[in-house]
């Protein structure tokens, strides 16, 4: 596809989802990484984060590829949490699926058409900083994308200078911390790009250790540059799965993970989503 074909796509998407908003306005975009999105309609009892569902729209009616990858959902979600309107995309698309990653990130740029000025990332991540433990969630505080796509072509200069805002880690910190589930003081990461679909290998594992990163994964990098393009506050939340570099890991492994830690991920996205994305980034 080229430059024009590209927006297209993205515009059709922002058409449709404004169309089933019926035009109203959203506060908050929630993007699920592996076996997360499932059941996220669900009370927090019950594993989910309390979304009271107004209506909904497939990829495929925005235009968008369905994900192939096993544990993820292929729709936008939308409705109330509290008193907060939120959109969930229920399962992301990859580049390794063979897609341009301005295709990957139209369902983004849709919610930030309908007015999303929070973007919460989530995503299943591998260990590369050894004193991480599986089934960890962790909070992203910075990323290294010098290897993965970037949705933003020609001269569009974006600052990341602050990429993940400190202001909401902070937030997410300190509503992980009266959450009794999550138990420990929830770690800041360093978030570091693989293409995929393959799993790092232990000399990999070690050069992306030796760059600075302390978590890997294939996705996320990509939608947090097209989230700081669109002028959204970010954050993310990562769920650790396995340990990088390991051998024996399939991806059944890596969404079972996710799904187990999603009942304490639910109750920290529904605590934060209950706040306007400027009362959370204000609060500390």
């Known amino acids: 596809m080229d430059t024009d074909e590209l927006s297209k796509v993205e515009a059709r998407a922002r058409e449709v989802l404004s169309d089933r908003l019926e035009r109203r306005r959203v506060d908050w975009a929630l993007i699920c990484g592996s076996g997360i999105g499932a059941g996220i309609d669900r009370s927090i009892e019950e594993g989910g984060i309390g979304l009271q569902v107004e209506g909904s729209a497939t990829l495929a009616e925005l235009g968008l590829p369905v994900p192939e990858v096993k544990g993820h959902g292929a729709a936008l979600v939308f409705g109330r949490v509290g008193e907060r309107r939120v959109c969930v995309q229920t399962g992301r698309i990859h580049p390794y699926e063979g897609h341009h990653v301005r295709v990957c990130t139209a369902a983004l740029g849709a919610m930030l058409g309908a007015g999303a000025r929070g973007v919460v990332l989530t995503c299943a991540v591998g260990a590369i900083n050894t004193v991480l433990g599986t089934g960890e969630l962790v ?120 799904e187990a830690a999603r009942g304490r991920l639910a109750a920290l996205l529904s605590a934060l989503l209950r706040t306007s994305p400027e009362d959370a980034a204000a609060a500390t």
Do not use: W
């Not at 959450?179 to 929830?186: C, F, N, Q, R, V």
């Not at 990999?204 to 760059?211: G, V």
């Open 139 to 258: 909070s992203l505080r910075d990323q290294i994308n010098l290897f993965g796509p970037t949705p933003l072509i020609g001269p569009d200069f974006v600052d990341c200078g602050a990429m993940y805002s400190p202001h909401l880690r902070e937030r997410i910190a300190s509503l992980a911390a009266s959450i009794p589930s999550i138990g420990d003081p929830l770690r800041e990461v360093v978030y570091i790009h693989a293409r995929g679909p393959q799993y790092e290998t232990p000399a990999e594992t070690h050069a992306l250790r030796r760059l600075g990163g302390d978590v890997v994964g294939m996705s996320t990098t990509y939608e947090a540059i097209r989230a700081v393009a669109g002028h959204a506050t970010l954050c993310g939340i990562g769920v650790v799965t396995n340990v990088a570099g390991k051998s024996g890991l399939t991806h059944a492994e890596v969404a079972e993970r996710g």
